[in-house]
């Protein structure tokens, strides 16, 4: 029996083949949003969900209201690991609102930061087939592929996404 490669796999060639089909960037106009960030940034994703809300969007993530208040921060490791009942139900609720949505944001930073949960999430949605958008400093190799949607900052996806709403009106 031969040692086979990762690479050789059926599920690595099925995900290959439809990469390389969605190789140019889907500038559609989405309607289901699912925004990716570190946990600290809820506030300014609340700020982000109302200007897309305006432009006509529907965020699906409701991690940005602290999980209707049950979740006021981050959880830590110790918390991880004592009670992973209690706490899977966040990460659930993250995967169907992710599920729910046709686009997924992710919002990086200069330096990383973080715990991992929002690279989790754009590596769902990628495998997902969803379309993939970052917003600020590529983080990773995964962020150069070519269907990826990328803005330096959040101002440069309003502008842009904003023009392609008034084309659509």
Request: glycine fraction near 8%.
């Amino acid at each position: 029996m031969t040692a086979e490669s990762a690479f050789d796999t059926p599920n690595y060639a099925a995900t290959s083949a439809r990469l390389a089909a969605s190789a140019e960037p889907r500038h559609h106009m989405p309607e289901q949003v699912y925004l990716a960030a570190r946990y600290s940034r809820h506030d300014e994703m609340q700020g982000v969900r109302d200007v897309l809300h305006a432009l006509g969007y529907t965020i699906t993530s409701r991690w940005i209201d602290q999980h209707g208040g049950s979740l006021l921060e981050s959880i830590v490791g110790e918390k991880l690991n004592a009670e992973p009942a209690e706490c899977s139900q966040y990460a659930e609720a993250d995967l169907h609102d992710l599920e729910a949505a046709d686009t997924v944001i992710s919002f990086t930073s200069p330096g990383g930061g973080g715990k991992g949960g929002r690279h989790v999430e754009f590596g769902l949605a990628l495998g997902l087939g969803k379309h993939l958008v970052i917003v600020g400093p590529r983080e990773n190799v995964f962020h150069t592929l070519p269907a990826i949607e990328h803005y330096p900052d959040w101002a440069h996806l309003v502008m842009a996404w904003s023009r392609r709403a008034a084309v659509k009106a």
